[in-house]
C-alpha cells in the first residue's frame, strides 16, 4: 500500500459563487429507502423532469467577473459545485445502494454518483441561456439554492466526449426504468 497518499497535504478550495435555485432541498433522502420501489421510481421522474425544466442562477463574484468573457459562446458549460448540506458524517460513507434502492447492489461511493464523497465536489453539465454581467442563466442544474459555486468550464463534446462508454448493468437497469417513464410521457403529449 501507498502510504504517501495518506500523507498529502490538504488542498484549499474556494468558491467563486453561488446557485440561486428554486430546488430547497435535496432530491433524495435518506429516509426515502422505506418507499416501495414503484413509488420511488415516481418519485425520482418527477425529480428528474423538474430538474430538467429548471432554471437556475449562477452568481459570480464581481471580482471574478472577467473570467466570463467569451462563456456566452458556448451552448453548454460544466458547474462544479459544493452539496453544502451534506452532513459531514456522510462524507464518510463507503458503500451504497445507488440512488437508495436496495434492490440494486452495494457499489463503492467512486462507483456512483452520490454527493456523500470524502470531497462533496459534483459536476452537472447544463445549458446556458443567458449572460448578464456576473449572473449565468442556465437549464437542468439539480443543485440546491446556495450551494457554492467550485468551478465553471465551457462544455466541449469534441474535448471531453468519450467514445465507447460502458456502465454497469445496474446504472442501464436505472436508465431504463427512467426512459420508459420519459417515452410514455411523449406519447401522451403528441
Known sequence: MDSSV??????????????KSEIKAPTLHAGDSDLELKERMDKMRK??????????????????????????????????YW??????????????HPMGRKDLPMQGIFATCSPARPNPILV??????????NVLKVKGLEAVDGSPILDIKPYSEHYYGAEKTTVPEWMEQIFREMKIEDDSLHEKSG
Open 83 to 96: 452539496p453544502h448540506l451534506i452532513s459531514p458524517e456522510r462524507r464518510n460513507l463507503k458503500k451504497v
Open 124 to 133: 452537472t453539465a447544463v445549458r446556458l441561456l443567458e449572460k448578464t454581467g
Open 47 to 80: 425529480n428528474q423532469q423538474k430538474i430538467r425544466s429548471n432554471i437556475s442562477e449562477l452568481i459570480i463574484s464581481k471580482k471574478w467577473i472577467e473570467l466570463l468573457d467569451g462563456i456566452d459562446g458556448f451552448s453548454h458549460i460544466l458547474v462544479l
Open 6 to 19: 495518506d500523507n498529502l497535504t490538504p488542498v484549499e478550495l474556494m468558491p467563486v459563487g453561488y446557485i
